[in-house]
């Protein structure tokens, strides 16, 4: 079992930069690829980033690509998403997620935990 817990969501001025934390509880935090989506109003859930339990192979979405990075931290149990050059339509509530596979994916019906979401709204 895996709990997660978002933090560091809030209101950025558009070009600006927030970071993102997903703190995990459970031991085999390591043994998870991990992700981040978003939803904004009105819209589906969107694939933002993943990256797999070694930390060597990420993969983005078209949307974000060149300005969001996902490092994470086994050691700490935590998952970033550092969020550089914000746009108005990076507006949504984030969410991150952990998948029982060594591999990444882009589906987020194949994630088994999710995240209770934090808020990025970014003002024009």
């Known amino acids: 079992q895996v709990q997660l817990v978002e933090s560091g969501g809030g209101l950025v001025q558009a070009g600006g930069s927030l970071r993102l934390s997903c703190a995990a509880s459970?031991?085999?935090?390591?043994?998870?690829?991990m992700g981040w989506f978003r939803q904004a109003p009105g819209k589906e859930r969107e694939f933002v980033a993943t990256?797999?339990?070694?930390?060597?192979?990420?993969y983005y979405g078209d949307a974000v690509k060149g300005r969001f990075t996902i490092p994470r931290d086994n050691a700490k149990n935590t998952m970033y998403l550092q969020m550089n050059s914000l746009k108005p339509e990076d507006t949504a509530v984030y969410y991150c997620?952990?998948?029982?596979?060594?591999?990444?994916?882009?589906?987020?019906?194949?994630?088994?935990?999710w995240g209770q979401g934090t808020q990025v709204t970014v003002s024009s």
């Open positions: 997620a952990a998948a029982r596979r060594a591999t990444i994916t882009t589906n987020s019906n194949q994630y088994d935990y």
């Open positions: 459970g031991r085999t935090f390591d043994m998870y690829s």
């Open positions: 990256v797999n339990w070694s930390a060597g192979y990420t």
